[in-house]
């Protein structure tokens, strides 16, 4: 079964750190996300710019757009994850070991894929 995992940090904690402890922990996340990889489990994975992200919202018909993320926690969502897991404990088990956990937190969630032959959403 297929998984996204969304990982998230605390950005104000992440500009604080000294240049060669970000630099560590990027090779790290590399290093995991290459033995995801070798592993089986990791199927694509990507990081966000947040200062490239907008918010789009329709309220009665009307769209409003907002620059940025808007979210309202300190953590900001900064990569995503999709993974091919036995089960959501197997899911659970891969997110905790990721650099990404130490950081912040990694959310799981069980994906819904669309069959485009088939019309309908399989589990």
Known sequence: MKYLLLAY?????WDALPI???NAFENACLA??????????LLAAG??????????????????IADGP???????????????ARDLNNAISVA????QAQ????EVRPV????????IFVA
């Not at 300190?74 to 995503?80: A, K, Y």
């Open 20 to 22: 060669s402890e970000r």
């Open 96 to 99: 905790s070991k990721m650099p």
């Open 32 to 41: 995991n996300n290459e033995a995801l990889r070798q592993g089986g489990y």
């Open 70 to 84: 808007l979210v309202q926690t300190r953590e900001q969502l900064i990569g995503i994850f999709c993974i091919d």
């Open 112 to 119: 819904t894929e669309f069959d485009p032959f088939m019309g």
């Open 103 to 106: 950081a912040g937190s990694i």
């Open 9 to 13: 940090r605390d950005e104000k904690w």
């Open 47 to 64: 990081d966000l710019q947040s200062s490239h992200a907008a918010t789009v919202r329709v309220h009665n018909g009307k769209v409003s």
